[in-house]
């Protein structure tokens, strides 16, 4: 029987720094299969639920679940923490008043002497006012939403977080199918290593990229996708997100082809 308790991974101490941190942190069991029970909140979980810690030690985490939540996401979490793997991702949540939220998860597992799983740690950030930033913002939504051009908002690491109907319907998706999804849904596999790289490198270091993408649709057929990406900053100067602006510039690409012959 693997039994567990906080005395294996974490002293008070650390988990009094946990009680201090403004994200909300939570630490399950490691019962995969038999299903995790919540074994430590902090106060900041408790303040984004509404829930008490009465109410959520030993439940186990699809409490915070409800219709939006991204089934599929969930499936990927358990796989990947099956494998003993950290994961990142994001989905929506309920509060206890069935409130959803937008949560990322950053979560890892922890291991005892014997390298044997007995718990996981799930760090959080709450997204929900920064998307909601977007869709409130009368000025954006004038001209994001009523532009024939597709748009697109990821988080800094590269997770959906928005995008307008152009650039849902232009790939064959409902705009729901791809919040929350990585960027990499787009990815063709057609393009090396190194001009993922240097897109990286101009991001990091000149705060933009322009280029030719050989993109995926959700039907899988592909084309020349000429994206524009620049890093969003809030008002105190902070990343923020990234915006990128699309065009399929796969008839000029045929066209040009053909030209040559």
Not at 116 to 144: G, H, R, W, Y
Request: net charge positive; charged share 25%; glycine share 4%.
């Amino acid at each position: 029987m693997n039994i567990f308790s906080l005395d294996h991974v974490a002293s008070k101490s650390i988990l009094c720094a946990f009680d201090f941190s403004l994200d909300p942190i939570a630490i399950t069991d490691g019962n995969l299969n038999g299903g995790v029970k919540i074994l430590y909140v902090n106060p900041a979980f408790l303040k984004q639920t509404g829930y008490s810690k009465e109410e959520l030690l030993g439940q186990s985490p699809k409490i915070l679940q409800g219709p939006k939540s991204n089934q599929e996401m969930l499936s990927k979490l358990k796989e990947t923490l099956l494998r003993g793997e950290d994961f990142k991702g994001q989905t929506t949540n309920y509060k206890k008043d069935k409130t959803p939220y937008i949560v990322q998860w950053s979560i890892s597992p922890l291991k005892n002497v014997y390298n044997k799983t007995v718990a996981f740690i799930s760090i959080q950030k709450i997204l929900t006012k920064e998307i909601d930033a977007i869709n409130n913002n009368i000025l954006f939504q004038s001209i994001i939403q009523q532009s024939p051009e597709a748009i697109l908002v990821s988080d800094l690491e590269a997770n959906i977080i928005y995008t307008n109907e152009t650039f849902a319907k232009s790939l064959g998706y409902q705009v729901d199918e791809l919040i929350g999804k990585h960027t990499r849904i787009l990815k063709s596999g057609k393009q090396s290593k190194e001009f993922y790289q240097q897109m990286w490198f101009e991001l990091l270091n000149k705060e933009n990229f322009e280029g030719v993408f050989i993109s995926k649709k959700k039907d899988n057929s592909l084309f020349y996708d000429k994206k524009i990406i620049k890093l969003i900053k809030d008002i105190d100067g902070a990343p923020k997100c990234y915006m990128s602006i699309s065009h399929d510039i796969t008839n000029l690409k045929n066209a040009l082809a053909t030209k040559k012959k």
